[in-house]
């Protein structure tokens, strides 16, 4: 077998990567519990010349358990599912919008399990 090297990444220094690691390490339990924490819901979207439409199916999540949030041109939709008043789940999308999207005048409404969300698009005039 041939010698091993180290492959260097020429936009990190060693010292960082180093630290990196260090803080990766200490805190591998809290990162492992972030990264499991979140599940992402089945969603679809499509467009046609004046809307976006987006669909994002919630399970057994009520109304009041769910926050929507538009940030710049992305939309953010974070549920929680209880079962007898107790945490089961956290669902969490991020969905990014086109640039032709009008944020400001988005609606949404939640019907049964599934959350619609319609932006308006607008098409600068040539």
Same mark, same amino acid.
């Given at each position: 077998?041939? *010698? ?8 990190? @220094? ?10 990766? +390490? ?10 499991? &924490?979140?599940?992402? #819901? %089945? ?7 004046? %809307? ?10 009520? +109304?009041?358990?769910?926050?929507? *949030? ?10 929680? &599912? ?9 669902? %969490?999308?991020?969905?990014?919008? #086109? ?5 400001? &005048?988005?609606?949404?409404? %939640?019907?049964? @399990? ?5 932006? #308006? &698009? !607008? !098409?600068?005039?040539?």
């Amino acid at each position: 077998m041939g *010698k091993r090297t180290k492959k260097r990444l020429p936009f990190l @220094e060693e010292a960082d990567l180093n630290t990196f690691v260090k803080i990766l +390490k200490r805190n591998i339990h809290a990162v492992r519990k972030a990264m499991g &924490q979140f599940e992402e #819901p %089945y969603s679809e979207m499509s467009q046609n010349f004046r %809307y976006i439409l987006i669909k994002i199916v919630l399970p057994a999540v009520e +109304k009041r358990h769910l926050t929507l *949030k538009m940030v710049g041109r992305t939309v953010e939709v974070l549920a929680e &599912q209880k079962h007898h008043g107790r945490h089961v789940k956290t669902y %969490y999308r991020s969905i990014a919008l #086109p640039s032709t999207a009008n944020a400001l &005048q988005a609606s949404a409404t %939640y019907v049964g @399990e599934t959350l619609y969300i319609k932006v #308006p &698009q !607008f !098409f600068p005039r040539v």
